[in-house]
């Protein structure tokens, strides 16, 4: 792009900003924005309060507005189990109770004893 060229769009954008600007001038509602803001400015500084402590009275749990939306909650990862028959010395490794072997060994020795033979 030509330098004439680069002077012209940054003119035409520096009027589009200026358009803009007088049109948020007029504007009544941010009249009464600034309005709102000096005379909070004014207030803060007759209490010699800071923003801090404005949003301290009035939001005294700040934690629940400001924490991060909770997503979806994680599981802690399972511990792999290490069970070892000991009439057989079959090893079955699992990370729930829902093991087919498992469940056979339970069925036969009885729940206590197969949690019994839990490796550590």
Same mark, same amino acid.
């Given at each position: ?11 035409? /954008? ?13 504007? /009544? ?12 400015? /004014? ?43 000991? &009439? ?10 829902? &093991? ?10 009885? /729940? ?9």
């Amino acid at each position: 792009m030509s330098r004439l060229a680069e002077f012209r769009a940054a003119e035409k /954008a520096l009027q589009e900003q200026l358009a803009q600007l007088e049109s948020l001038k007029n504007d /009544a509602g941010l009249k009464k924005e600034i309005e709102f803001e000096q005379k909070l400015q /004014a207030l803060m500084n007759t209490y010699d309060k800071s923003l801090r402590d404005i949003i301290a009275i009035l939001d005294p749990n700040p934690s629940t507005a400001t924490a991060a939306p909770a997503g979806p909650k994680r599981r802690r990862a399972r511990v792999v189990k290490v069970y070892q028959n000991p &009439h057989t010395g079959e090893l079955i490794e699992t990370k729930g109770g829902n &093991h087919r072997g498992l469940k056979s060994w339970k069925e036969q020795y009885g /729940a206590e004893t197969v949690d019994s033979w839990l490796r550590g």
